[in-house]
């Protein structure tokens, strides 16, 4: 059974159709890609599925049951995670307590959980006293995407999170996803743009064009970033 199932999922943003068709599965344990060009639809599609945009038609179904009518906070309780695009971390909170406001309030000691995210995030530990503001974009993604690991999400939702990054600390996020996935039983759903990041990570990968996403790239196209290219009419 697959742990997430999107159905023919459609949303606007008032009049403004922004997905008209969005039809892909994720087994549990599997980090899949979606690919595709600026103002395709790959924020909303993310949004959508942890309920901050309001879908107009069709289903998504975790675990097994509809996410219709849940709210965002039922939705992260279920165990979906969102790192949103630009990070949106606290920026006048230090590194520690933007990790502390990660952590379901009055279930676990936090100390543990920091101490595990320290040890998968090695970097963080000699920031933990500096505001998240004062951090660079490469190590503010990292602590977003220790925020959300806080909760033990068992689907991770990633927007973006190599924009704007330098290419030091793209990889250090790639090798970090990569022993999270081989490591945990987290199951991670990533929008980029970055064909390399992306196909580096994904066990599979869907394109997304004018808000239609039900095309799978071919897995032996994926190993070639020329042809994900050409499949995705990135070059001509
Ligand atoms: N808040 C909003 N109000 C109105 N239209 C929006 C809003 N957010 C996105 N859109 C529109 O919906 C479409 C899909 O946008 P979306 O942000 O999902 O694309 P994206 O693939 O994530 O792009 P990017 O890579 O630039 O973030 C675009 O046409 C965009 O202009």
Not at 66 to 94: D, H
Not at 123 to 132: H, S, T, Y
Not at 149 to 169: A, F, H, N, W, Y
Not at 192 to 211: H, K, P, W
Request: proline share 4%; hydrophobic share 40%; glycine share 10%.
């Amino acid at each position: 059974m697959s742990l997430l199932e999107v159905k023919g999922l459609k949303a606007s943003y008032g009049v403004v159709p922004a997905l008209h068709q969005v039809d892909f599965n994720v087994n549990a344990g599997e980090v899949v890609g979606i690919l595709g060009h600026n103002g395709m639809g790959k924020t909303t599609t993310l949004r959508s599925i942890m309920g901050f945009v309001k879908v107009t038609d069709g289903d998504i179904v975790f675990e097994g049951q509809s996410l219709k009518g849940l709210s965002v906070n039922a939705r992260a309780r279920r165990g979906l995670g969102l790192v949103p695009q630009g990070r949106m971390i606290f920026p006048t909170l230090t590194v520690r307590e933007n990790l502390e406001s990660g952590i379901a309030t009055g279930k676990q000691p936090m100390e543990p959980i920091i101490d595990e995210m320290l040890s998968l995030f090695p970097r963080l530990e000699r920031l933990l006293d500096r505001a998240g503001g004062a951090l660079s974009g490469g190590e503010q993604q990292l602590l977003a995407l220790a925020r959300c690991l806080c909760r033990k999400p068992k689907l991770m939702l990633l927007d973006e999170p190599t924009e704007g990054i330098q290419p030091s600390i793209i990889d250090e996020i790639s090798d970090t996803l990569k022993q999270l996935a081989k490591t945990t039983d987290i199951t991670i759903v990533l929008v980029e743009q970055n064909l390399d990041f992306i196909t580096g990570l994904s066990d599979r990968v869907y394109a997304i064009s004018n808000g239609v996403l039900d095309r799978q790239i071919p897995e032996e196209q994926l190993k070639d970033s020329r042809a994900v290219s050409e499949f995705m009419g990135f070059v001509t």
